[in-house]
């Protein structure tokens, strides 16, 4: 699998797991904890988060949300 699969596959993993915790607006954003991200997805958050196109966000007390 290529880097760009990985990180599809990453994106998608962290985008499941943050809507079946609820994560759909910054209301109702969750922590990684809330959102049951295990380690390796905590990991990626930081490649995924936050860009212009990206669809998860962070807030500044440490949640995201979709």
């Keep these: 699998m290529t880097l760009s699969g990985i990180q599809f596959k990453m994106r998608q993993r962290i985008v499941n797991k943050l809507e079946k915790a609820g994560a759909t607006t910054i209301q109702k954003a969750v922590t990684t904890e809330e959102a049951k991200l295990d380690l390796q997805e905590q990991q ?3 490649y995924i988060v936050g860009g212009f196109l990206s669809k ?3 807030t500044q007390d440490q949640r995201y949300y979709v």
């Design 44 to 46: 990626w958050l930081g």
């Design 56 to 58: 998860v966000k962070k």
